[in-house]
Nanobody
Framework: VQLQASGGGFVQTGGSLRLSCKAS????????AGWFRQGPGKEREFVAY????????SYADSVKGRFTISRDNAKNTVHLQMNSLKPEDTAVYYC?????????????????WGQGTQVTVSS
């Protein structure tokens, strides 16, 4: 499966952005998906996870209550709605997919990655 992330941009503190991850090449309903981010000089970190049906989600503590992950399997798309953005949310955001639901907070559990989309939050 190929993944294409989009929706990043520049926003002020407190603003919102909606990221999208479009899958192609295979039925996306066979995959669970996650969003990760990597800030300047930092390691890639887990942001959010959603299982194949959309019935199970998980979030990093740093984004819980502000970010919402969702999916539309009919459109082969996963979204990340980001509200109340903070400067520390500034990073390149990556979507990823895996065929199971194992160790979903770890980047190396995912076999498929999108190209990343930049999110910049100004103070």
């Amino acid at each position: 499966v190929q993944l294409q992330a989009s929706g990043g941009g520049f926003v002020q503190t407190g603003g919102s952005l909606r990221l999208s991850c479009k899958a192609s090449g295979h039925s996306f309903r066979s995959y669970s998906a996650g969003w990760f981010r990597q800030g300047p000089g930092k390691e890639r970190e887990f942001v959010a996870y959603i299982n194949w049906s959309g019935g199970g989600t998980s979030y990093a503590d740093s984004v819980k209550g502000r970010f919402t992950i969702s999916r539309d399997n009919a459109k082969n798309t996963v979204h990340l709605q980001m509200n109340s953005l903070k400067p520390e949310d500034t990073a390149v955001y990556y979507c990823a997919a895996q065929t199971s639901a194992q160790a979903y907070r770890r980047p190396n559990a995912y076999g498929y990655w999108g190209q990343g989309t930049q999110v910049t939050v100004s103070s």
